[in-house]
């Protein structure tokens, strides 16, 4: 068996998909499942997500050869520093957080001589939804999982986390810590400071009025990463805040000369920078 | 016959979708395309959407009782002002313009004595194609046709393009012409520009790097609109230049408080607007 008793802690969309992949390849002896919320545990057992589940990270970890701590980003050093002491020696541990400076971090300090045998990762995947009860087995097919490897890690843990995710039919690729974070604000935790933003600005005009009656299948695309789960983009966006900012500040000025052009009824320069983002986005297969 | 001649100018996405609608609905006699490219309009003709056009507006429309204009929004006045001998003293003008202060402006300017005929109108409806290809007959349904009659508008006539619309199974709502613009300016005009300038700053930044590759669904959702037709949103743009401006200012207000509260490490402020977004984002129908 590749892993014969994995524990997930944070069993919920993507913690959750990654039991029901990993039980479709046959990868898993046995899979406990961790959490604050029993309710949410029972019924991923209901579910044939996990075999069964501790409350307790340090019970949940015992004889664990693979740990997958899938919590929050604002919750990561307390776990760490819960299960430093009853992981087994040759258990190799990764994360799922979005961001991966603070993780890294938080390991450093926590995690104390299984440091080496934690590998940081990021699967590229999910949806607005969460809880296990929107997990599925395909969700990692195709897309791609980011690792960030530190100097100290090693090398069989790296290709054996690597391996896991391949047994999902994601893509893996390393990447350094610091360029994922750029990356990911970018293309990530921007677009949902942007949608967060419109939607609250619009919000309080809608006081008034029956602005959202008049939304269009556009404005709903647009804005569906709105229903994210607050608490969670909460993390990130703190976790990941100088990176998010320095992008910010790039949309900014270029949202700012969008701005003048139209206060100028600059027409060439209006429909030279639809233009370019039209060819760039159209580039990104759908 | 509800309308013995209908005349289309302007035979893509929405024009197109129009025509196949009232002909699916029996309601029209003949249908006439009219528009520049003859290529476009000979595959409207095999596509059956249209049964014969004309390139040139004063002969497209002569004898027909209803005229639909769906041509960009900088081009309705010098369309106007072309078919305005042409048109039958009976004929009822309506158009699908997105912005509508301009295009009254320009109907009172240039239709003369048809201007209690014309009927402003926008479909609330489309998709980031166009073109007659990507034209169906179930365009509106369910959707909001957006009127917006003019003190001089002859009853009869804002009656008639009401029940137009309503055979294409969408809902028809009437508004003024000013609160139409505020509205389209924040809940889609606004949310096109949103999207086009952040593609447009991460394909600046992407020139020495492979960013978009890490992009995930959630991009793709929210930078959808930026596929949408450059020359058209130009036009929009510069059409509802002010409402336009006014909803760009109440955002940034919001994305830079916003943006201080993630700088001071604000958490309540931040987890609260992402709480209200959601809130507002989850109570509009997918």
């Known amino acids: 068996m590749f892993i014969e008793r994995l524990t997930i802690i944070g069993v919920g969309l993507i913690g959750g998909s990654l039991a029901r992949a990993l039980k ?12 604050r919320n029993t309710a949410n545990l029972q019924h991923a057992i209901e579910l044939g997500v996990i075999d069964r589940y501790d409350t307790n990270p340090a019970v949940a970890v015992k004889d664990a050869d693979r740990v997958v701590v899938a919590v929050p980003l604002g919750a990561m050093a307390d776990l760490f520093a819960a299960i430093r002491d009853a992981l087994s020696p040759q258990a190799i541990i990764t994360d799922v957080g979005s961001a991966k400076a603070t993780v890294v971090a938080d390991a450093r300090q926590h995690l104390g001589q299984h440091l080496p045998r934690f590998v940081p990762g990021h699967p590229i995947a999910g949806t607005e939804k969460n809880g296990v009860a929107a997990s599925f087995a395909e969700l990692f097919e195709n897309h791609r999982v980011i690792l960030t490897p530190l100097p100290e890690t090693d090398s069989t843990a790296h290709a054996k986390i690597k391996t896991m995710w391949k047994l999902t039919k994601a893509e893996v690729v390393d990447m350094s810590v610091e360029y994922h974070d750029e990356v990911l604000a970018a293309t990530s935790h921007l677009p949902h400071l942007l949608a967060y933003s419109l939607v609250d600005t619009l919000a309080q005009m809608a006081e008034r009025s029956e602005l959202f009656q008049y939304a269009a299948g556009g404005f709903r695309d647009f804005t569906r990463i709105a229903s994210s789960e607050p608490r969670m983009w909460h993390d990130i966006t703190l976790a990941n805040r100088e990176a998010i900012l320095k992008v910010l500040d790039r949309f900014n000025t270029n949202l700012a000369q969008l701005a003048d052009a139209i206060r100028q009824e600059d027409s060439q320069e209006i429909e ?9 986005r159209d580039k990104l297969t759908l």
Chains 1, 2 share one sequence.
Do not use: D, M, P, Q
């Open 24 to 35: 479709r390849a046959g990868a898993c002896g046995e899979i406990v499942g961790c959490g």
């Open 272 to 280: 030279n920078t639809f233009s370019r983002a039209k060819a760039a």
